[in-house]
């Protein structure tokens, strides 16, 4: 199937770019653009594309407004929204992830992550920038004390290096690199690893690993 994509950023530049990188993969394909947040929230709204990336900083709504309006809690027909920015304040990352977005890639993360990400976000998971990743969960960590939940099985030494490399914001072509394996073995271990961690997508299983002291201890991946 291909991905229908609408693209969000003031700029035309920046937006052309983006389709550029997007419509060179043959499961893509950009159904829209729009130049600011009302006309974003209107196109996604009649276009009911399967991924919608968004800009933070646009003219009429911006970002948090427009994610809230596609993707906000109670919606009956929730979009899958992912931030393309430029900008990783910490009010930013929050606002967006707690209106509804799926992800959050930061414009200077590369042609391969933002490609990523909307095979992701399409695909119902989660993906952020790994810096934004590391922070995030470093920052949550500490503050969250309940008691998180064991895994359903035992997990494999193998299992573990994939939990502890998505925690550290490796993307599956990074972790089959690290770990000289293919990538198609990289989404087997992620599916094995949510169905024992009874978890939805990377992020969680990376919040599961901070949270569990996983990551207090180990050794750099290779």
Not at 86 to 96: P, Q, S
């Amino acid at each position: 199937m291909t991905i229908e994509v609408l693209l969000a950023d003031d700029q035309a530049m920046i937006r052309g770019g983006l389709k550029l990188i997007l419509e060179d993969q043959e499961d893509i394909t950009v159904v829209g653009e729009a130049a600011d947040g009302a006309e974003a929230v209107d196109l996604a709204r009649r276009l009911r594309p399967d991924v919608c990336l968004v800009d933070i900083r646009m003219p009429k709504l911006d970002g948090i407004e427009v994610t809230r309006a596609l993707a906000g809690p109670g919606l009956p027909r929730p979009l899958r929204v992912v931030i393309v920015t430029t900008f990783d304040l910490d009010e930013y990352i929050y606002g967006t992830l707690q209106a509804g977005a799926v992800g959050f890639v930061l414009k200077d993360a590369g042609p391969a992550l933002l490609v990523e990400a909307v095979r992701a976000a399409a695909a119902g998971d989660a993906l952020l920038s790994p810096s934004i990743t590391l922070r995030l969960l470093r920052n949550l960590a500490p503050a969250r004390h309940a008691t998180v939940a064991g895994p359903a099985r035992p997990l494999s030494v193998r299992e573990t290096e994939v939990i502890r490399a998505i925690a550290r914001g490796r993307t599956n072509q990074e972790i089959a690199a690290a770990l000289f394996i293919s990538l198609s073995t990289v989404k087997s271990h992620l599916a094995t690893i949510q169905t024992k961690l009874r978890v939805r997508n990377r992020v969680e299983i990376a919040a599961w690993a901070w949270e569990s002291r996983l990551m207090d201890a180990t050794k750099p991946l290779r």
